[in-house]
């Protein structure tokens, strides 16, 4: 049963929604129909129509096909936020393969787990993004991932060039009768998110969640014209659903950025008028620091927005002062998209204190342990339901059967209560994973490379409160008895080589024992008791 909708905001009704298509592949042509001129995309000086869009997605698709890529088969592209990454995603899924991106954070160990899990059949990689070289990387990931065919280099133009010139022997028709029998409800794109366990977990997504959470993000935030910035990981569920085919649905301009710079975002703003601006909380705050912040005109701006974790009032209140519509929201990568909103004009009370309503087109709950909707100010699960949420974990049947309840309602992890005005408010998590600058990290999996320090013997990892990333890694370490303590320099470097920077540990303290439960198991509880006095 859905939950009674207290807030007197209404979304906006059906009519008044963009289009429903079937595809959210099907959206570019669509909108180069609608209005020829509208630019679908930015990029430094470059800039495309959504005619151009269209035209390049469908080049993409027929090379696709002319490689053999078929329904179910996996691509993955490894790029940062660029118009390459958007048509690549775009022409995969819209011939029923399966999508995954790659984050140019990871290190070799992390991209051939991705790719050995995922087994892609082709690969979109390119060779050089920002000062770091991909070769070696590319050439480790081509040999030790059997499963990929080919590597088209993005940023070779003789390889993606002769890649794409494949594709023209391919007909429309062709490409046509291969669209039409794609299953908008079959997986599309793979995101991985850790797990407890440490062993990264692809959630499956379908197009017809995609566009159902655009729709419905657009119905509560109906920002027109829109332009919004994407400067998120393109293995990111911020990324691909909530900047992404947000803003593609109702057919707005994505303006690109390779990576996040607080004083680039600031000369986007004026720049290209954008109209949505938001974050995670961590990166809002350094923007807000920004020297350039203060001069910057905020005049185009209808909304500021964050999510993936809770702002600070003196941060909502440096941003209020630019903008007097500000909202946050909440969701993960398996519901798609965010199931509970804050809305225009709301208080500094409830976008500090909560993460606003749930909405009349989802189902979700405050459950206790038996799934019975607990008692208003009283802790419980965040439970959702509906036929928009992902399809589970990609060849992992036991996690997704653990990921639903008996009743078919995503079990999300996250404590919270609803508050007298029917707000939710997250008071804690029901696993180990904390929030580091908006990202999900999973102690298990640095422990496990913590542990393949040759000085470590064990280590176990906890969130501690920072001020600018919210949360942050402290590792407690047990050195080997017959070696010699290891330093934290020398433990940040292990890390810094195995892991994405935003899971390396910020605090590291080695100890002689660990406070263990009668269970066997270390008890983490008094690790972050003992943090506290650090």
């Known amino acids: 049963m859905a939950p009674v909708f207290r807030r007197p905001h209404r979304p906006r009704p059906e009519s008044e929604r963009p289009p429903l298509l079937r595809l959210i592949s099907d959206y570019p042509r669509h909108w180069a ?3 020829p001129d509208d630019e679908a995309v930015v990029f430094g000086e470059s ?9 390049r997605v469908d080049a993409c698709a027929k090379a ?3 490689h053999g890529i078929r329904p179910g088969d996996r691509v993955a592209t490894l790029s940062p936020p660029h118009p390459d990454y958007y048509v690549t995603f775009l022409a995969t899924v819209s011939i029923g393969a399966i999508w995954l ?5 990871y290190q070799i160990r992390e991209l051939e787990y991705a790719a050995n899990d995922a087994t892609p059949r082709l690969l979109f990689a390119r060779t050089l993004i920002g000062d770091r070289s991909y070769h070696e990387e590319l050439a480790a990931l081509t040999a030790h991932a059997p499963s990929i065919e080919r590597a088209v280099l993005l940023d070779a ?6 890649f794409i010139a494949a594709g023209r022997r391919i007909p429309d028709a062709e490409l046509a009768a291969a669209r039409a029998a794609v299953d908008p409800r079959a997986p599309a794109v793979i995101v991985y998110t850790s797990g407890t366990t440490g062993q990264p977990k692809g959630a499956m997504i379908h197009q017809a969640g995609l566009i159902k959470v655009a729709r419905v993000q657009y119905a509560i935030w109906p920002i027109d014209p829109g332009r919004a910035l994407n400067n998120l990981p393109i293995n990111h569920i911020g990324c691909i659903g909530d900047i992404t085919c947000d803003t593609l649905v109702p057919g707005g301009t994505l303006v690109f950025q390779e990576q996040f710079d607080p004083g680039a975002m600031l000369d986007a703003v004026a720049r290209e008028r954008l109209t949505l601006f938001g974050h995670v909380p961590t990166a809002l705050q350094l923007v807000v620091s920004h020297p350039a912040f203060d001069a910057t005109d905020f005049s185009s701006v209808q909304l500021i927005i964050w999510e993936g974790a809770a702002a600070p009032v003196e941060l909502i209140e440096r941003l209020r002062a630019k903008c007097g519509e500000l909202a946050n929201a909440y969701g993960m990568t398996e519901t798609v998209g965010s199931v509970t909103f804050t809305f225009d004009a709301d208080s500094t009370d409830v976008l500090a204190n909560s993460v606003g309503w749930p909405v009349p087109d989802y189902d979700i709950r405050i459950a206790g342990p038996d799934g019975t909707p607990v008692a208003t100010g009283e802790p419980g699960e965040v439970q959702v339901h509906g036929d928009f949420v992902t399809l589970g974990y990609w060849n992992r049947p036991e996690a997704t059967a653990e990921l639903f309840t008996p009743d078919g309602w995503i079990r999300t992890g996250d404590l919270a209560e609803e508050r007298p005005d029917g707000a939710y408010r997250l008071i804690g998590r029901l696993k180990e994973m904390f929030k580091s600058g908006g990202y999900n990290v999973y102690p298990r999996e640095i422990e496990q490379v913590l542990e393949s320090h040759p000085d470590v013997a064990m280590a176990a990892v906890i969130g501690v409160p920072d ?8 590792a407690f370490i047990l050195p080997h008895a017959e070696r010699q303590a290891p330093s934290a320099e020398s433990l940040a470097t292990h890390c810094r080589s195995l ?4 899971k390396v540990p910020k605090r590291f303290t080695v100890t002689s024992e660990f406070p263990m439960l009668p269970i066997g198991k270390v008890d983490k509880q008094a690790l972050k008791r003992m943090a506290r006095y650090r």
């Not at 991106?101 to 954070?105: D, E, F, Q, S």
């Not at 001020?467 to 402290?474: D, F, K, T």
Request: hydrophobic share 40%; net charge neutral; proline share 5%.
């Open 47 to 55: 800039r495309w129509t959504y005619g151009d869009l269209a035209d």
């Open 467 to 474: 001020p600018l990333y919210q949360e942050v890694g402290h």
């Open 64 to 66: 696709l096909l002319a």
């Open 33 to 35: 129909a609608a209005r």
């Open 157 to 162: 133009r003789d390889s993606y060039a002769a």
């Open 499 to 502: 892991l994405a920077n935003y």
């Open 101 to 105: 991106g790659l984050n140019p954070r």
